[in-house]
């Protein structure tokens, strides 16, 4: 009992850690007078802290030090401290500890004297009921699921035993960016050992910190706290998947998570309305969701290409001036890629070859009707897609005329990309279906979250920022 606490103790302290030093690093990027709320700033610390700590345990690979708790915290212990300093003398930390507490004394009162709704408080008890179940589950029972035990937790294990990034002794699509590992291999670094049910607590916080910003995105986008709390839970609870993703300890989730801020902060960019310094924060992003999936990087493109689509349709005021930026905020996230890119270059090793095996269009028929069959098949996502694309008919004219468009091409473009790439798989005939049936609902999870931001269009009370005029 008290080596199960002393472990719970530990967990505790490098789940707070990641969160620590990504808080941190979200003050040193973000300006002064950044108008983020307290909530996104504690939603976007989990994704850049992840992100930061599993880039600088790559480098230390490149710089050949063993890992260990000291070699990674050590030097983000040092640089924390002035984005501490910061967030002091801007008010942040102390504004953001005391939304903590209030949260928390709401939370253990049961809304008692807030003035909250019934109604809001039920939603806040449902969301949170799936959260605690999606942490029991994954905790209670070890890694069990195909990717998570060949590819993610295999190479975890590996990182953790060898001190460092070595490729050299498995095969298990090696040329795979690695965040998720190298994730769990640093809580084994906190925890003393390989414990795998215990660092899979990682992905129910992925999946709250999802829900978290997703919520916090359609409030800035002016829908009432009632609504956007519904809508959260309308994506949470509808069908297994995203229920499924918080403890199969798959990487899915955290490509969601990162889809759903790059996506989010680019929208509200595209509106005039996004908070000072989400250019920094968009082309890190970009660069997570990179380094968190192999489809990151594809996925990354898609969604600069539908913000740059969308601004040559609307010509909005300083047009040029716009598009140069989205350009260079591009090219910052292709930066953030180069140390993986260089490793996988050095290790010599072929990218994608076992996923590209020439242009099969009967395999793209095939993906298609799949494909359109899983957004309304209700064990996958329940009436979530129907529900989105009521959202987009209900949009109206106003999807051609303001940033809306954005939405429905990232929708656009993420439904043939997933055709496009079921036409590319290398697959017998009689294994493609179940190709199919394995990766569908996957795929399909990674720009959910993103997407179903058009929710804003029924529940709030008209479409934020300015119209662009015809």
Request: glycine share 10%; proline share 5%; charged share 10%.
């Amino acid at each position: 009992m008290i080596e199960t606490a002393w472990l719970l103790l530990r967990l505790t302290g490098g789940v707070a850690s990641i969160q620590f030093f990504g808080y941190a690093l979200f003050v040193l990027l973000v300006p002064w007078r950044s108008g983020f709320t307290s909530l996104e700033r504690g939603a976007l610390a989990f994704g850049l802290g992840s992100f930061g700590l599993t880039l600088w345990m790559l480098l230390l690979t490149f710089l050949q030090v063993p890992y260990s708790l000291a070699s990674i915290t050590g030097p983000w212990v040092l640089a924390a401290i002035p984005g501490l300093v910061l967030a002091w003398q801007r008010g942040w930390l102390a504004a953001d500890c005391r939304y903590v507490a209030a949260k928390a004394h709401r939370l253990l009162t049961l809304g008692r004297g807030s003035e909250r709704s019934r109604a809001e408080t039920l939603l806040i008890l449902l969301l949170l009921l799936a959260f605690g179940f999606g942490l029991l589950r994954a905790m209670l029972y070890p890694m069990w699921s195909w990717d998570a035990l060949a590819t993610w937790g295999l190479k975890a294990k590996a990182f953790y035993l060898a001190q460092g990034v070595d490729l050299s002794r498995f095969e298990a699509h090696n040329y795979y960016p690695n965040l998720a590992p190298l994730l769990m291999a640093y809580l084994y670094f906190w925890l003393g050992g390989i414990y795998d049910h215990l660092v899979k607590a990682l992905f129910p916080l992925w999946g709250g910190a999802t829900l978290a910003m997703f919520y916090a995105f359609l409030r800035r986008l002016e829908v009432q706290r009632a609504w956007a709390l519904g809508a959260a839970a309308f994506l949470a609870l509808n069908g297994a998947t995203f229920l499924t993703h918080l403890y199969i300890a798959y990487a899915d989730l955290i490509l969601a998570y990162y889809q759903l801020a790059l996506a989010g902060l680019l929208f509200l960019w595209l509106w005039d309305e996004a908070p000072a310094g989400s250019g920094a924060l968009i082309a890190g992003l970009s660069g997570a969701m990179a380094w968190s999936k192999y489809e990151g990087w594809p996925l990354v493109m898609i969604t600069f290409l539908a913000a740059f689509l969308t601004l040559i349709w609307l010509r909005p005021s300083h047009l040029a001036r716009r598009l140069v930026t989205l350009v260079l905020l591009g090219v910052g996230g292709w930066f953030f890629t180069l140390p993986w890119r260089r490793f996988v270059a050095l290790q010599g090793l072929e990218v994608g070859t076992d996923h590209i095996g020439g242009l099969f269009l009967q395999q793209a028929v095939a993906g298609l009707w799949s494909l359109l069959s899983a957004l309304v098949w209700p064990p996958y996502f329940g009436l979530l897609w129907p529900a989105i694309f009521v959202s987009f008919i209900l949009a109206g004219r106003t999807l051609w005329r303001t940033p809306l468009l954005f939405l429905g091409l990232l929708l656009a473009g993420n439904l043939a990309g997933i055709v496009l790439a079921y036409a590319l798989v290398p697959a017998s005939p009689a294994e493609f279906p179940l190709y199919i049936r394995a990766t569908v609902d996957r795929l399909l999870l990674h720009c959910a979250p993103a997407v179903a931001l058009i929710f804003a269009v029924p529940l709030g009370p008209q479409a934020p920022g300015p119209a662009v005029p015809e």
